[in-house]
């Protein structure tokens, strides 16, 4: 009981000041120091469990939030900050602390101490826990995502490239771990080509009388020269540079060595869901998914989902009227030669399957007229399910 006892010596502080400051009664305090006792108690108990440390945890948030509601409710004069400030949420990342030091294996829990810490705008302590938590788990590829992620939000793209790229050397096979690299990548194209517009560089006389325009108004010298380095180059090699940039070069390169790397069909959805849905230009949209279904193709030619991916890549979540009515007839017409040419071969009830998922996803859209599908469906349909049938029947 010593330990709880040393923990009751901690509190006196916080639960003092917040009486000072009016946040809570004698009455409130008392109920908190009886509450934190018990939490204490279960820890020190020779086998705690994860839970009672979640619980205490949530029960330190729930009163910081309290603190933060009543402080605001009341108005109190701004003052230099006072040990009830922070008291709470320090001892919420005490408790994490203490729970890792029993639970380190538990991926989970060093993810719920990383986000509390965002939460509460702690940056150097997230990078702290990153770190120590991709140390120990350097085969998690999540980890590697969240790190990246955090560096991203704070504008250091290179360390977040350099934790992209480490987490692929050890995780080669994780589409989850691509498909982050590929948006990365995706979204640095898209800062660059934001700040061009910024620059106004479309030609070299241009970009440089911008730049100079840019650097009078308040942008610091040094930046605008490293942007014209970056884009500027020397000449006519810096425009051909910005051209492959904005058609996607870098894109481009990661996607070849994702397929490399995991040639599944797991791996194209998520890399076609990803590149039809992200915000960038049509030309580079359409110059990565044609570069993306050129080694589709080439790789799993005959793979089920891989040919509905390739038959339904123009049906896109923002069609309208005619558009979506072309884009529907072309895919289904597609399936309807795959599944033919399948069955011709005696290996159909995959094509089939993936064709009788066709259908039943564009049923399910809500904009989609169910008697289109219907209309489609007709020729081919009877026959898919009635494969599909027959091919399970040989086999039992």
């Known amino acids: 009981m010593e330990r709880v ?20 009664t004698q009455q409130e305090i008392k109920q908190i120091m009886k509450k934190r006792t018990a939490f ?31 402080a605001e409710r009341l108005k109190l004069p701004r003052t230099s900050p006072s040990v009830s400030d922070y008291a709470l949420v ?17 991926v989970g829990l060093w993810i719920q101490y990383i986000q509390l810490a965002k939460k509460e ?25 969240i790190a990246a992620q955090h560096e991203l939000a704070h504008l250091s793209p290179s360390a977040a490239r350099v934790l992209l790229q480490r987490g692929i050397r050890l995780n080669g096979e994780s589409v989850e771990m691509w498909r982050e690299y590929v948006k990365f990548e995706l979204g640095f194209v898209e800062s660059m080509r934001r700040r061009w517009v910024v620059l106004g560089i479309d030609s070299d006389e241009k970009g440089k009388k911008k730049a100079e325009e840019n650097a009078e108004e308040g942008m610091s010298e040094g930046e605008v020269e490293q942007i014209q380095t970056e884009a500027d180059g020397e000449g006519g090699d810096a425009e051909q540079a910005r051209k492959a940039i904005m058609q996607g070069a870098i894109v481009k390169s990661v996607i070849s060595n994702a397929v490399k790397a995991v040639p599944k069909a797991t791996l194209f959805t ?5 590149l039809s849905s992200y915000p960038t230009t049509p030309g580079l949209r359409s110059s990565s998914l044609d570069h993306l279904h050129t080694l589709l193709q080439q790789t799993l030619p005959t793979d089920p989902i891989a040919v509905k991916l390739t038959a339904t890549r123009n049906l896109l979540p923002n069609l309208t009227a005619d558009g979506l009515v072309d884009a529907l007839r072309d895919a289904n017409e597609k399936m309807v030669t795959a599944v033919k040419n399948a069955c011709a071969h005696g290996d ?49």
């Open 5 to 24: 006892q040393f923990q009751q010596e901690q509190m006196l502080a916080e639960l003092k000041d917040l009486v000072q400051k009016g946040l809570f």
């Open 40 to 70: 204490e108690t279960v820890l020190v108990r020779r086998v705690a469990k994860k839970n009672d440390y979640l619980r205490y945890a949530s029960y330190e948030m729930g009163l910081e939030a309290l603190r933060k509601k009543r």
């Open 90 to 106: 320090r001892r919420q990342f005490h408790i994490f602390e203490r729970a890792l030091k029993k639970f380190k294996s538990d």
């Open 121 to 145: 705008g702690a940056r150097s302590l997230v990078g702290r826990i990153s770190a120590r938590a991709l140390q120990l788990h350097p085969n998690v590829p999540s980890l590697y995502i």
């Open 270 to 274: 998520a890399l076609h869901e990803l």
């Open 348 to 396: 159909g009830e995959g094509m089939a399957q993936a064709y009788a998922d066709f259908i039943h996803e564009q049923v399910e859209r809500g904009d989609m007229d169910v008697s289109l599908v219907s209309s489609m469906q007709r020729p081919l349909f009877p026959f898919a399910a009635t494969y599909i049938v027959e091919s399970r029947r040989r086999t039992l």
